[in-house]
């Protein structure tokens, strides 16, 4: 099952040819992309998803993205839907053909992986892995595109595989220097007593638009949030560890470089926050 609109609202064949060989998205990974999740046929946050593919895209100097229009696009993609009640809908933005200056945009919809589905109820075993930079290089470094959610995700893929082949499901960036980032495709979240924490973006990652909603559920239920600079060991002592990202929404971390963490007590309530 799965659907595919294009950015007017009209929908398309996902089994037939879509792209140009020489499309830039596909030569060079030159785009930006949102993962989105649909659930009984409306998408969640999709505002923040949308702000979000417009920073993206002007990291990458490409035209602004015209929201009204993507909008209508996920509503066709929503619509055309007869899967089961959650789907995976991946806009996709790319420069388009070289010298065309036209980008290619489109929305494709999926079912959730079952892999996915069982992260969530059973959560990760993670693997700390160094990112190859200092935390603060994005701002020093702006055309690493650290902050922008770019369709280059190869090394985000080759360090999930090498987490895989050694005995874990996901991997946990930490900078050269030390500092926890993210995971692959997702956010980290940390539980000390009744104060969540993740660390800044200006340490050298995506900001998550599942953690943000997480933070601002979680002080309306009061909770205290902090968003600063953590090491690995905030981790291991932590009272809950999670990653956290739109389709994944909460998986629990159960170790690190397999170090069982602590049995969290935080968990269900941090579901309820996301209406999971
Ligand atoms: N960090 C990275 C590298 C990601 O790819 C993602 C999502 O795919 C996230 C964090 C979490 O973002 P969100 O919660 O907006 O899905």
């Known amino acids: 099952m799965r659907v595919l609109a294009m950015l007017d609202g009209s929908l398309a064949d996902p089994d037939r040819p879509l792209l140009r060989a020489d499309d830039l998205g596909v030569q060079r990974g030159d785009g930006v992309f949102e993962t989105v999740l ?78 996915v589905l069982r992260q969530r109820r059973e959560g990760v075993r993670v693997l700390a892995l160094d990112r190859g930079y200092e935390a603060g290089t994005g701002e ?31 991997v946990l960036f930490v900078s050269s220097d030390g500092w926890v980032l993210e995971a692959a495709t997702a956010s980290v979240v940390v539980a000390h007593g009744s104060v969540l924490r993740t660390p800044p973006a200006t340490a050298g990652l995506l900001p998550g638009t599942t953690q943000q909603q997480l933070f601002e559920a979680a002080e309306e239920a009061g909770w205290v949030t902090k968003v600063e600079p953590l090491r690995l060991d905030d981790v291991l002592s932590a009272d809950g560890a999670w990653l956290v990202s739109s389709v994944r929404q909460l998986a629990l971390i159960r170790s690190v470089d397999g170090r069982p963490l602590r049995a969290s007590t935080h968990d269900a309530t941090l579901r309820e926050l996301l209406r999971l």
């Not at 593919?53 to 009204?68: G, H, Q, V, W, Y």
């Open 140 to 170: 020093r470094a702006p055309w690493l595109l650290i902050g922008a959610k770019s369709l280059s995700y190869a090394t985000n893929m080759a360090a999930q595989r090498y987490a895989r082949a050694h005995d874990a499901d996901d």
């Open 38 to 115: 649909v659930v009984d046929g409306r998408p969640r946050k999709l505002d923040a998803h949308l702000e979000r593919l417009a920073r993206s895209a002007a990291l990458l100097d490409l035209p602004e993205p015209d929201r009204a229009a993507w909008r209508r696009c996920a509503a066709a993609a929503c619509a055309a839907w007869d899967g089961p009640p959650e789907m995976v809908l991946k806009l996709v933005l790319t420069r388009g053909v070289d010298g065309t200056g036209v980008p290619t945009a489109f929305a494709l919809g999926t079912p959730v992986p079952e892999l």
